[in-house]
């Protein structure tokens, strides 16, 4: 039994709250804590266990420090920003406290995701005996996960990975993101990296599509090439792998959306001058998008998301397609939240257990496919993720068309 303290009270940080309270056997003690203790406290509500809350601005260390200090938690959830990792770490180093996270640090003024800031943490961790989970969100997480399980059971060699994340949910509205609309757009509007034979490429976003029909009449999407971090931690860990690609649905009416944003400016992430004052219009236009934890009420609709791994086994080429789907309303039903933020919540509170109860262990910083995939991947099915196996060969699509 431990004490957990989650940092961020949005859509993410709502679903994780609800989760690990479901869990009182490991979750003795939850303290919920964000920039805006009023958010944190009408989660609480919503739950029928006890749960503190606190204010904190996890961007000043200190601040973070005391309220560490003051609940004692053995574990940090992250689930603020991306902006916050690196601070949050440092003050889970000064208090001894394990960490773990569900999105790579990212500075303010460059959309640049990569892990060279977090894996720079190795030592420190290893020095203090402390463990940091990076990345146990779905994608990256689960997705992580699923490749290690494919690794370990299905295949002795992974040659092709590709990740496709399709969202077949409608929330209503003419324009919203799913989760935090900047660190959203940052990511969909960078540029497209995918590897191949050895090395990162690089192209324009979203230059890249494709027809993906899911299974279980989720339907049939378009899907666009776009980096996402996993692509390089799993190609670190798994040298095997020669073509690693990350797919994304998008709808039309999203797109025709974006571009306009992209044309007059609202996208940047640079500062401009505003009636005397500074202003970063991707920030501007974040205040007033629907908010993504408020979009539950209104989603309709089912995810689809899984990784189709290709390669050897016994010297014969075989593929195998790992998924979940995801149906909004039930997720809304039992949390009030829509599945981006269910798909996201459920993973970071399991990998929370894996690391309170022992079952994953270790000193520094580790990415989820480091760990043995079974414990989690039995979680998955108790907590709300249930996964099915299948041979790619069924899927009427070629990632290579
Ligand atoms: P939201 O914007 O809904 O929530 C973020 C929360 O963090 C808000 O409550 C916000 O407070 C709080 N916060 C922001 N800055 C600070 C700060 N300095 N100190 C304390 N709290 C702060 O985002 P989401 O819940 O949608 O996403 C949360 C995280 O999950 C993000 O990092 C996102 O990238 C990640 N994610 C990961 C996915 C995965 O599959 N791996 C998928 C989706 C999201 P306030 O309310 O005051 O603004």
């Known amino acids: 039994m431990a004490r957990v303290l989650i940092i961020g009270a949005g859509g993410v940080g709502q679903v994780v709250a609800h989760k690990c309270a479901q869990v ?7 303290c919920l804590a964000s920039r805006t ?5 009408a989660i609480a509500k919503q739950i029928s266990r006890p749960i503190e809350t606190a204010q904190v601005n996890a961007d000043n260390v200190s601040e973070t420090v005391k309220l560490i ?5 053995e574990l940090v959830i992250n689930v603020a920003l991306p902006y916050q990792d690196l601070a949050i770490m440092d003050a889970c180093l000064e208090t001894g406290t394990h960490y773990l996270d569900t999105a790579n640090y990212e500075p303010r003024d460059t959309a640049k995701f990569e892990y060279s800031w977090q894996w720079a943490y190795q030592d420190k961790f290893r020095e203090k005996g402390l463990m940091a989970l990076l990345g146990s969100g779905f994608d990256p997480g689960v997705t992580n996960v699923y490749t290690a399980y494919l690794a370990k059971h299905y295949l002795d060699e992974i040659e092709y ?25 940052r990511e ?5 990296r995918h590897f191949e034979n050895g090395a990162f490429v690089e192209t324009a976003p979203m230059s890249q599509k494709s027809r993906f029909n899911c299974p279980d009449n989720v339907g049939e999407y378009t899907i666009y090439r776009m980096y996402h971090e996993e692509l390089e931690s799993l190609t670190k860990h798994f040298p095997s792998i020669k073509k690693a690609q990350f797919w ?6 999203y797109i025709n959306h974006l571009q306009v944003l992209q044309n007059v400016g609202m996208t940047r992430i640079d500062e401009v001058e505003y009636q005397g004052q500074k202003i970063v219009p991707l920030q501007f236009l974040k205040a007033v998008l629907p908010n993504p934890g408020d979009l539950g009420k209104t989603t309709k609709g089912r995810t689809c998301i899984g990784n189709i791994a290709r390669g050897k086994k016994d010297g014969k080429d075989v593929g195998y397609y790992i998924y979940n789907i995801c149906d909004h309303e039930a997720c809304f039903s039992e949390v009030g939240s829509q599945a981006i933020s269910y798909t996201t919540g459920v993973p970071a509170m399991i990998g929370a257990m894996m690391m309170l109860t022992g079952k994953w262990k270790g000193e520094g910083v580790f ?3 480091q760990m043995d995939p079974d414990p989690f991947m039995e979680k998955l099915n108790i907590h709300g993720l249930p996964w099915r196996v ?6 009427c699509w070629n990632p290579e068309e």
């Open 69 to 73: 200090t003051t609940f004692k938690p």
């Open 24 to 30: 009182p056997d490991v979750f003795e003690s939850i």
């Open 37 to 41: 203790k009023s958010k944190c406290d």
């Open 248 to 253: 994304m649905s998008f709808s039309e009416n």
């Open 161 to 185: 990975l590709d990740i496709v994340d399709v969202n077949g949910g409608d929330h209503g509205k003419p324009f919203a993101t799913n989760f935090n609309p900047e660190i959203n757009i």
């Open 188 to 192: 969909v509007t960078a540029p497209c």
């Open 367 to 369: 990415n989820m496919e």
């Open 390 to 395: 299948v041979e790619s060969g069924s899927l």
